[in-house]
């Protein structure tokens, strides 16, 4: 007795849909049951805490190498691989993993002081004795601040912040949150290869 080419289309279309239906519901398995480490949670899935702010410097407390380390807290009912290879479903009070976030290198150099001292005592040198330069403060005080010019472009330059103090540190600026980041181009830079018209 031969089956009809309907029923065995039909009989064919719903074999493949079992098994793409197993496959799938397989896959879904094996992925539920492979738990990642917890510094790979995505955004949304954990939140850190807020660093303590030391008042002196406006850095991190715990800054060192210019790398802070907060706490993250996965969200509640995620479970994620602990660093010492356990895995473990949180309520959202554990502390999961740390992250690290970048931290400034602050030795006493007031940004607001040098600003001011730059303005009204410029013409004096005044700025560049406070940042550590003493042979450009007794040039511009000699020269009175090389005739107004140079104390109006040490002020922008200071302003700015492409001036900083004589030992490489950068400010210490009176809030924490973002900063002016200075950008340069050095030998180590990628250059693009010019496209010949």
């Given at each position: 007795m031969a089956f009809p080419r309907s029923r065995l289309f039909s009989l064919r279309?719903?074999?493949?849909?079992?098994?793409?239906?197993?496959?799938?519901?397989?896959?879904?398995?094996?992925?539920?049951?492979?738990?990642?480490?917890?510094?790979?949670?995505r955004l949304g899935q954990y939140i850190c805490k807020e660093p303590r702010i030391d008042?002196?410097?406006?850095?991190p407390e715990n800054c060192k190498d210019m790398i802070a380390?907060?706490?993250?807290?996965?969200?509640?009912?995620?479970?994620?691989?602990?660093?010492?290879?356990?895995?473990?479903?949180?309520?959202g009070e554990e502390v999961g993993f740390n992250k690290?976030?970048?931290?400034?290198?602050?030795?006493?150099y007031s940004y607001k002081v040098a600003v001011a001292l730059s303005l009204f005592l410029g013409w004096l040198g005044a700025d560049r004795f406070y940042l550590g330069y003493p042979a450009l403060g007794l040039l511009k005080f000699c020269t009175v601040g090389f005739c107004g010019i140079g104390s109006l472009v040490d002020f922008m330059l200071i302003s700015m912040q492409i001036v900083g103090p004589s030992d490489k540190s950068d400010y210490?600026?009176?809030?924490?949150?973002?900063?002016?980041t200075r950008l340069s181009i050095t030998n180590e830079t990628y250059r693009r290869t010019q496209m010949s018209p």
């Open positions: 279309t719903i074999s493949l849909g079992i098994l793409f239906y197993c496959t799938y519901c397989h896959f879904q398995f094996v992925l539920a049951n492979d738990v990642d480490s917890c510094e790979s949670l008042d002196a410097t406006q850095e380390w907060v706490e993250c807290l996965p969200a509640p009912n995620v479970s994620c691989r602990l660093s010492n290879g356990t895995e473990f479903r949180f309520s690290s976030l970048p931290c400034r290198n602050v030795s006493g210490i600026v009176d809030y924490y949150g973002a900063r002016l």
